[in-house]
């Protein structure tokens, strides 16, 4: 910029959770082309939701909401579910992927 102009700069913060979909659909190809979100856990209603694709928030689904209020608001949404171990989540795929990126 010219002296005296200002730089505006948007960060996304979302963008590290959509990380969570590229992963996913590095091994479920068909979810590319659809609307879904992450869920962690799955004992009380059915997990939460830890990353929302756009698509998906202008239909309403945000993160931090349960999944089975994700499905009652659209019941065609795809849920992909973070794997567990021993009773917690799994990120040891989406910590390994992180290096290649």
């Known amino acids: 910029p010219l002296p005296g102009q200002r730089t505006i700069a948007l960060v ?12 996913e659909q590095q091994q479920n190809p068909h979810l590319r082309t659809k609307t879904c979100a992450v869920v962690q856990y799955k004992s009380w209603k059915s997990g939460g939701v830890i990353a929302v694709r756009y698509e998906a928030c202008v239909l309403g689904v945000t993160r931090n909401m349960w999944a089975d209020d994700a499905k009652k608001l659209r019941p065609d949404r795809l849920l992909s579910r973070v794997r567990a171990s021993c009773g917690k989540s799994d990120l040891t795929e989406y910590q390994e992927a992180s290096y290649v990126f």
Do not use: G, K, S
């Open 12 to 23: 996304d913060m979302d963008c590290f959770l959509f990380f969570f979909f590229q992963v």
